[in-house]
């Protein structure tokens, strides 16, 4: 483009050169043979003359001026060229911000016509056809559109809340903002942050809040009256006393759990994000609990099996006080909800846990399977190394099986509390398998009892 507009002025200047060199020609040969013959000069004189004058011509053409005029225009258009490429620059820089922005841009005209729409705005409203409609199509929210239509007037930027509707309702916060006011072409600039997943989040920890302070206040109250009583008509009663005693202590004890469990969460919770790096062995750390809990499973008639299920290695990176505490808590839940007396078995081993199938029966599953927990993390089924604690007990009903990670989630709550649960023991499992990026299965049948498999990535 620029070279062509080069060669056009150049030619044309060429072309008014050569033009005026043949008018001057024609021009003076006229008057050359009017002089000859008026006979006002001798023919010698007029051709010499008419020579010179050719010869002064064709310096002159050759040497012309017309290079010269043609420089200034040149120069006007070629800045005007380069003024137009930098803007043209600097809207492709724009466009390609906006796209690259993970968050839904609109740039809407004076009308309010889209002008551009970013990838993100293209999924935010569902289409890809978005350029060129008119915002109040595009993006059902009244409220958003009139803000464009007044801030494209010069007026200040402005911050709009509104909710999508589609199949899933979304909470969103639009910035609409004006874009060269001042100028003919007035544009404004809808930015959208999609807040959903931080309200989502707000409401679990004002949830998570309402159900700690209620575990907490219900033995709190329990103690309370206790002492109330003491202190009143079983002031005398020693025996009423001791009673109570006994009752009030249980009820600290499971305050007292409550805190560590709540403390222990958190402080999982505060490193998710960084991976473990001990190198551990999962059936040491199994065997290691059911040793150390020996004198607890004989105290309750449990009966604890453990099979280590081949010869390949079952190490893994992970922090040992962690896998500790999960193996602990399963066996914990094992005893209390895996029958009377309960039958734990306890399996170790790689690839995938044993499953209620192969025994014969069907079972309900949740959460993440060996093949999931490998695909996600990009190995084979036999790079996993499983963990599996079974016990024989009534099992759980398919609808609870998805729910029971979350924080205080209990089938039976009576039967948590008398058996002193928190309702924060899988919660924390959960939350543990999460750091070591592993995967966490539960499959259960009623009257059949229920497995919990943990997938860890193998070391080697
Ligand atoms: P809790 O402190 O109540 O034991 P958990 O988070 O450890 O809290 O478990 C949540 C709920 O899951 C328990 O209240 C119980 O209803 C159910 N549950 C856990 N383990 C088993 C199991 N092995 N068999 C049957 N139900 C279980």
Known sequence: MHDELHDLITKTAARVRMRDFLWAVGISAGVGLAILFSGLAQWQIVVVGWGAFLAALAVRYRFSSGRVWAEPIQQIVESGLSAQQAEIANLKIARGVAQALPEPLFILDAEGIVELANPAAEKLVGSREIEGRHFATVLRSPDVFEAAETVVNGKKPVTVDFKTTGTVERSCRAFVAPLAAESANARSLVF????????????????????????????????????????????????????????????????????????????????????????????????????????????????????????????????????????????????????????????????????????????????????????????QVDDLVYLQIRDFGPGIERAALPRLTERFFRVNVERSRKSGGTGLGLAIVKHVMNRHQGGFQIESRLAGGTAFNCYFRAKD
Do not use: W
């Not at 999982?268 to 150390?292: C, G, Y």
């Not at 306890?346 to 999931?372: F, H, M, N, Y």
């Open 192 to 379: 959208i942050r999609d807040l959903t997943s931080e309200r989502r989040l707000d409401e679990m920890r004002q949830d998570f809040i309402a159900s700690a302070s209620h575990e907490l206040r219900t033995p709190l109250a329990s103690l309370l009256g206790f002492i109330e009583t003491m202190k009143g008509h079983a002031k005398d009663d020693p025996e009423a006393q001791e009673k109570f005693l006994t009752i009030m202590q249980s009820q600290a004890e499971r305050m007292q759990r409550l805190v560590a469990d709540l403390m222990s969460l958190s402080r999982i919770e505060l490193n998710e994000h960084v991976p473990p790096r001990d190198n551990l062995d999962i059936a040491d750390i199994a065997k290691d609990v059911v040793d150390s809990f020996a004198p607890l499973f004989d105290q309750a008639g449990a009966i604890v099996d453990f099979i280590n299920e081949g010869e390949r290695s079952t190490s893994i990176y992970g922090e040992r006080d962690q896998i500790f505490q999960v193996v602990q808590n399963l066996f914990d839940n094992a005893v209390k909800y895996g029958g009377d007396p309960a039958m734990i078995k306890v399996r170790v081993g790689r690839g995938e846990a044993p499953s209620l199938v192969d025994e014969g029966e069907t079972g309900q599953r949740a959460g993440d399977s060996a093949a999931q927990t490998a695909g996600r993390l990009g190995i």
